[in-house]
């Protein structure tokens, strides 16, 4: 399994992004798509996931400003980031998460600027 991202950059304070994730290759039907971030010292975090069923989860630091949806046909997860904060700098993961194993995206950056 492959996952690649798109759509990290640089954006002043208030503005918004889209990151995109493609999942590629055996792929279980039953698993759950997110996104976790790593700012620098500080531990990766879930910051949104959406299960194939469409249940959604997110962290409390970014409800009602992130919204992620997924398209199960094409295997895609992309996370709209509205209203963002320069705590939101970090590296953005694409992951998937199947049972007893986890798949990696590289990671994008994500750099918010006061």
């Known amino acids: 399994v492959q996952l690649v991202e798109s759509g990290g950059g640089l954006v002043q304070a208030g503005g918004s992004l889209r990151l995109s994730c493609a999942a590629s290759?055996?792929?279980?039907?039953?698993?759950?798509m997110g996104w976790y971030r790593q700012a620098p010292g500080k531990q990766r975090e879930l910051v949104a996931s959406?299960?194939?069923?469409?249940?959604?989860n997110y962290a409390d630091s970014v409800k009602g400003r992130f919204t992620i949806s997924r398209d199960n046909a094409k295997n895609t997860v992309s996370l709209r980031m509205n209203s963002l904060k320069p705590e939101d700098t970090a590296v953005y993961y694409c992951?998937?998460?199947?049972?007893?194993?986890?798949?990696w995206g590289q990671g994008t950056q994500v750099t918010v600027s006061s």
């Open positions: 992951n998937l998460h199947i049972p007893m194993y986890d798949y």
């Open positions: 959406v299960s194939n069923g469409g249940t959604t």
């Open positions: 290759g055996l792929i279980f039907t039953l698993n759950t």
